[in-house]
Each structure stands twice: as structure tokens, then as C-alpha cells.
T-cell receptor, first 116, second 109 residues
């Protein structure tokens, strides 16, 4: 099946720094990628929808200036957490929709961010 | 590793009819999530169940977790076209989220 990778899988950063997380579709072209956030023992919450070549659409309550999303190609989307704070510590997961199959969603393995 | 199996894989019902989607886990569930996905859109969180026997409702959707915490069902009463989409159950696996394969629901007018 289709594979989505994320890098890094784990990152620890200091408060005030920025962190970039990459999401790649390895064997298919993804017209749309989604970014989710999961707090411990809580559900997956959609943060934003990223379409290749256009601005991301953010869900209500998600700060677009803090969580910068770039979808520069059909196989890569990046999420940059700017000026990270301890409350941004979370598990970030991306998913991608295959161009060939608009409703199949493939999930990345996630990135655990810890801000100290 | 934990696996989630959903049934049925697809479902076509007449508008106004009731329906049930099941999610069975290979291991005890400590947190079971139900999501809905409209075609081409991100997952929308519906409900989370944690305790054996727990039941939650939101509008016309009710989800239950059995006493043994290995099976959950999602029941929709008096279905409407807005209920159409893909329903996914999810759980916390050892190191990552685990999802069922999804149930594609079509509502015929």
C-alpha cells in the first residue's frame, strides 16, 4: 500500500526555537495532505489541510502564524512550529490523499515533539 | 500488535433508516476513537470511549464500548445524506495510532 513518511520521528527543542517536520508520500502523488495533533490519551485533532501549490486551510483555533505549513510539491509537506513553547509538546501526524484515489487517506508514523 | 477490524467495509442505506458499524480489536482497548471522513477531507473526531460499557451520543450518532473493551459499535438513527462518508475507528497502539480500515457509508435519498 501507499507509504507516508515523517521526519524526524522524535525531536526535542528548547523553548523559543522553531522546529520543522517533514511529511513525504513515498510512492504516490498527494494532492492533499493533512496535519493532525494528538495529545496524550486524546483524539487526533485536525490542524490544517494542505493542498499542493496553495495556502493551507487551518481549523478554527489553530494559529497559522505559529504552525506554518508549506506544501511545495506533490510529495512533500512541511509543518514548522515557530517559537515553540512547552505547551506545543505533542504528537504530530500527517496524512496524505492519493491523487489516484481521492478518498483513501494514508497516515505517517508521527513525530513526537518535546519542548523544554 | 493491535489490530482493528471494521465491519461492514461499505454500507448503502436508504435515507431515514438506522445503521450500525462495528469495530473489533485484537486486544483490550484503552481508548477507542471514532472519526468521520468526508471524501477528500481530513478526519473529524466524533467520540472517544474509554470505560467498559460506556455509551456516548452526539445528535443522531451513538457509540458504545462493550464491557470487555474489545468491541465498539457506532449507531446512526434516522440517517441523513449528511451522514455519508467514511467512518474510522482508531485506538492507541504500542507506539502509534492504529486505525480500522474504514466503513464507507452511502445514503440513498
Amino acid at each position: 500500500g501507499a507509504v507516508v513518511s515523517q521526519h524526524p520521528s522524535r525531536v526535542i527543542c528548547k523553548s523559543g526555537t522553531s522546529v520543522k517536520i517533514e511529511c513525504r508520500s513515498l510512492d504516490f502523488q498527494a494532492t492533499t495532505m493533512f496535519w493532525y495533533r494528538q495529545f496524550p490519551k486524546q483524539s487526533l485533532m485536525l490542524m490544517a489541510t494542505s493542498n499542493e501549490g496553495s495556502k493551507a486551510t487551518y481549523e478554527q483555533g489553530v494559529e497559522k502564524d505559529k504552525f506554518l505549513i508549506n506544501h511545495a510539491s506533490l510529495t512533500l509537506s512541511t509543518l514548522t512550529v515557530t517559537s515553540a513553547h512547552p505547551e506545543d509538546s505533542s504528537f504530530y501526524i500527517c496524512s496524505a490523499i492519493s491523487r489516484a484515489s481521492s478518498y483513501e487517506q494514508y497516515f505517517g508514523p508521527g513525530t513526537r515533539l518535546t519542548v523544554t | 500488535s493491535q489490530e482493528l477490524e471494521q465491519s461492514p467495509q461499505s454500507l448503502i442505506v436508504q435515507e431515514g433508516k438506522n445503521l450500525t458499524i462495528n469495530c473489533t480489536s485484537s486486544k483490550t482497548l484503552y481508548g477507542l476513537y471514532w472519526y468521520k471522513q468526508k471524501y477528500g477531507e481530513g478526519l473529524i473526531f466524533l467520540m472517544m470511549l474509554q470505560k467498559g460499557g460506556e455509551e456516548k451520543s452526539h445528535e443522531k450518532i451513538t457509540a458504545k464500548l462493550d464491557e470487555k473493551k474489545q468491541q465498539s459499535s457506532l449507531h446512526i438513527t434516522a440517517s441523513q445524506p449528511s451522514h455519508a462518508g467514511i467512518y474510522l475507528c482508531g485506538a492507541d497502539g504500542a507506539q502509534k495510532l492504529v486505525f480500522g480500515q474504514g466503513t464507507r457509508l452511502t445514503i440513498n435519498p
